[in-house]
């Protein structure tokens, strides 16, 4: 392969008369100008297109996560508030009796003045996870120590609870 030397297309460039050289100069400007439009107008043209269909997309998605964002904030303010007048004790009953776990249990009493002791007998696992959740989520009333024991019929539990305000 023979390189491309300077000095020779000097000479070739020389030897051409001045028609030849005006195509020549006129063919590097057109390619020149192609090569422009193909490696930055075209990409260019193409993002455009794409960004004018996503960006309205991106938009519909904004509004929608801030009405979510509006919907969410009265609920995580309710989450965060506490009954006035209400303690760990009375919230804790008042849940047991709401959800039908009255009968399960053997012992409740306060425990100082942010926490509850409580003991429950063949309570169904599953209702004392969801007691348990609805009892953080509604009262900030979180499981400082726990104890099941497993009963002889299958999904029911002995606990042994000991639970306390995560309130501020």
Same mark, same amino acid.
């Given at each position: *392969?023979?390189?491309?030397?300077?000095?020779?297309l000097?000479?070739?460039w020389?030897?051409?008369n001045?028609s030849e050289? #005006?195509l020549?100069?006129? +063919? +590097?400007a057109?390619l020149?100008?192609? /090569?422009l439009?193909?490696m930055?107008?075209?990409? /260019?043209e193409?993002?455009?297109?794409? &960004?004018?269909?996503?960006?309205p997309?991106?938009?519909?998605?904004?509004?929608? *996560?801030?009405?979510?964002?509006?919907?969410?904030?009265? *609920?995580r303010?309710?989450l965060?508030?506490?009954?006035?007048?209400?303690?760990?004790?009375?919230a804790?009953?008042?849940? &047991?009796?709401?959800?039908?776990?009255r009968?399960a249990?053997?012992?409740l009493?306060?425990? +100082?003045g =942010?926490g509850?002791?409580l003991?429950?007998?063949?309570?169904?696992?599953?209702?004392?996870v969801s007691?348990?959740?609805e /009892?953080?989520?509604?009262?900030?009333?979180v499981v400082?120590?726990?104890?099941l024991?497993a009963q002889?019929?299958p999904?029911l539990?002995n606990? =042994? &609870?000991?639970? #306390?305000?995560?309130?501020?």
């Amino acid at each position: *392969m023979t390189r491309l030397n300077p000095e020779r297309l000097r000479e070739i460039w020389i030897g051409l008369n001045a028609s030849e050289r #005006r195509l020549l100069a006129m +063919g +590097g400007a057109l390619l020149v100008i192609v /090569l422009l439009f193909v490696m930055l107008w075209l990409p /260019l043209e193409k993002d455009l297109a794409r &960004l004018r269909v996503s960006v309205p997309q991106d938009r519909t998605q904004l509004e929608h *996560m801030r009405a979510l964002a509006d919907a969410v904030r009265p *609920m995580r303010a309710k989450l965060r508030t506490r009954s006035a007048g209400a303690t760990p004790l009375s919230a804790v009953d008042a849940m &047991l009796t709401a959800q039908n776990l009255r009968s399960a249990v053997t012992h409740l009493e306060a425990d +100082g003045g =942010n926490g509850v002791r409580l003991t429950l007998e063949g309570v169904p696992f599953n209702t004392l996870v969801s007691l348990l959740t609805e /009892l953080q989520d509604t009262q900030q009333l979180v499981v400082d120590s726990a104890t099941l024991d497993a009963q002889t019929k299958p999904g029911l539990v002995n606990a =042994n &609870l000991r639970l #306390r305000s995560d309130a501020p």
